[in-house]
């Protein structure tokens, strides 16, 4: 009978620990599949932001000359109060825990990629505050409104656009990881 209690204890113990380890990959795939999803959102958003600057920016882009920009270059572009980059689905892998699950190199390659989104969505909250202190009266030297009225027309656009190589890389990460566990893929029901 000592026996019997014994062997069900630990088939239910075993049973249970395959069925969490289980549900445990099953996660982990599902949230990296929705952060393929994110980045793809997030980089054709970038791509379009790109496309939409006038040619003598992009060219400097494309050579990686973006930071001597001048005055008038950047007078060309209007302000810019973007929405934030989606950061939803990262933010939920990391709160799992699942992220300890992450080859190196795909964790090193998404943790730069939405650190720069995080910059990039938190120079835009600072372009909309900048914007109300425009709105209002201000005792602002001519200096100083310039420099705001550059970022402005600069700020967000120009710090999300360099990341676009990283959303690549890390979607080719994401591919190779998801291929390397197709063995984890959920049956359909």
């Known amino acids: 009978m000592l026996i019997s209690v014994v ?24 949230l990296l599949i929705t ?17 939409s600057l006038p ?20 007078r060309l572009l209007a ?10 689905a990262w933010s939920a892998f990391v709160s ?4 300890s699950l992450l080859p190196n190199n795909l964790s090193e390659c998404l943790t730069k990629l939405y ?12 372009s909309a505050s900048f914007f109300q202190i425009f709105a209002g009266p201000t005792r602002l030297d001519m200096e100083t409104q310039k420099n705001m009225d550059l970022f402005l027309r600069t700020g967000v656009r120009m710090s999300a656009i360099p990341y676009l190589e990283k959303c690549d890389a890390c979607l080719l990460l994401i591919e190779e990881e998801l291929r390397r566990r197709k063995w984890w893929k959920p049956s359909r029901c």
């Not at 400097?60 to 008038?72: C, I, P, R, V």
């Not at 799992?96 to 992220?99: T, Y």
């Open 7 to 30: 062997t069900g204890s630990i088939l239910t113990l075993a049973g249970a620990t395959l069925l969490d380890r289980k549900r445990r990959i099953l996660r982990y795939r599902a």
């Open 35 to 51: 952060i393929q999803k994110e980045i793809i959102r997030n980089r054709d958003r970038i791509m379009k932001e790109k496309e």
């Open 55 to 74: 040619s003598e920016i992009k060219a400097k882009f494309e050579t990686g000359d973006f930071l001597a920009l001048t005055e008038q270059e950047i």
């Open 79 to 88: 302000w810019s109060f973007p929405k934030p980059y989606e950061v939803q």
């Open 96 to 99: 799992s825990g699942l992220v």
């Open 115 to 126: 650190d720069g989104l995080f910059s990039a969505n938190f120079l835009g909250s600072l």
